[in-house]
């Protein structure tokens, strides 16, 4: 039986990721987030705040995978341009949003701050909005597209809203075993397992850890039999090189 | 005068980043790095092990940027495949490193063990070694583009030795400056800020901290002149919106 595979690309808008000066957690999120929805992130784009990169990422995005989920440039001012970006990637106007500006002039606020505030209220034309628990910039949706702020507690809130939205496939399970040896001396071991479960992926992730190497092997995969049978051989294969199988920590 | 611009591109290898097990630290890290010698990071991708992907993704880049930095995929186990899958993007054959082979040799094990440890000596045909301060899995320069290992400790050893072979352009300094206030409160003056020194890239970043919204204002450049001036008008405009400009933390 097939997997019903349902995918998204993440893109992750903004220059203080490339400098390095910020560090992205948002990533991390999405991704097990959307996977308990039974989507799976097949790729993710870290890009400037640049328009034509903005537009032709987005494209790009949204013609390959099911979903696309964008973090960064929602705010009011000069270098937040994801709205106009994502407008022009869909070929429609920005519009001023009823909604979102009448909820941003109930708080008062000189003319010219207001004029910027109301920066927020422009979405393309067609969009909807995303749950916006915190009340800071508004989220919305285009299509398979869902736009979203950059900070990291506004976007956790505005993706917590979104689940009903979300056509999933199969989720992908996860099983886990960590221990203290080289990845050499089970890697042939390893290649002979993964041959034997072709849907599943089982990936050794090498650590340095009080001073000792070890390695993580993770099973991923939608068959919980498969997975069982498959941790049980690890943990064999771990004995007998002559180490402990640790739960993975 | 123009900047003399030389741009990164990093490619980030592997399953365990995009599933969100995994956080990823490399990115901000090698950012800083390359920034100091003079390097941009103009975008950042995430991809999976997946052969094809990896071929696509490096031979995009390579074109496009003035180096490619790699991370993930150089182990001895099944799921590393990044060598070979530079040899492909290449169209040269893998082959066998003397150097890492006999360096792999010096540590005994059985037979089966230092058969999967040599997988770690393949390398692509005309690549160079880079430096191997910890002695782990080897990474390789080929062409512009340098390969190296995920694990963070790893991959930050091998890239500090990489610096006399870059060559660098003009090198991008920053200033920044925070304030607890709406970003609406001085989205006006920083757009007019920042088309007075269009050569200077000026952000505002939003957080949310202590229970006040506050944002920093960070600006890069090359010219330490146009640097100096456009923060002296930056905390200008925070004190005439009634709030203190503070050293950004």
Chains 1, 2 share one sequence.
């Not at 290649?191 to 009080?210: K, M, N, V």
Request: charged share 25%.
């Amino acid at each position: 039986m097939t997997d019903r595979v349902v995918t998204a690309s993440v893109v992750i808008i903004g220059n203080e990721i490339l400098s390095g000066r910020t560090q992205d957690i948002n990533l991390a999120h999405i991704a097990q987030r959307l996977n308990a929805w039974g989507v799976r992130v097949a790729e993710a784009r870290v890009i400037p705040d640049v328009e034509e990169e903005i537009v032709g990422t987005v494209n790009a995005a949204r013609a390959r995978f099911n979903y696309v989920f964008t973090t960064g440039g929602i705010g009011p001012t000069h270098d937040d341009i994801t709205a106009d970006c994502i407008a022009k990637a869909f070929g429609v106007p920005l519009v001023v949003s009823p909604e979102i500006a009448e909820r941003l002039r109930r708080r008062p606020a000189p003319d010219d701050v207001m004029e910027n505030r109301l920066r927020m209220a422009r979405i393309p034309d067609g969009a909807t909005l995303i749950g916006n628990p915190t009340g800071g910039p508004q989220g919305f949706r285009m299509e398979n597209v869902f736009v979203m702020a950059g900070i990291p507690a506004v976007m956790q809130a505005m993706l917590s809203t979104v689940g009903n939205e979300i056509e999933g496939g199969d989720v992908v399970r996860s099983r886990s075993v960590t221990a203290y040896l080289g990845e050499s001396q089970i890697a042939s071991a390893l290649t002979d397992i993964q041959a034997r479960y072709p849907a599943i992926e089982l990936g050794s992730y090498p650590f340095y850890r009080s001073e000792r190497y070890g390695t993580t092997l993770v099973m991923r995969g939608t068959s919980e039999k498969d997975l069982a049978r498959m941790l049980e051989e690890v943990k064999d294969t771990i004995i007998a090189a002559g180490e402990r199988p640790l739960a993975d920590k």
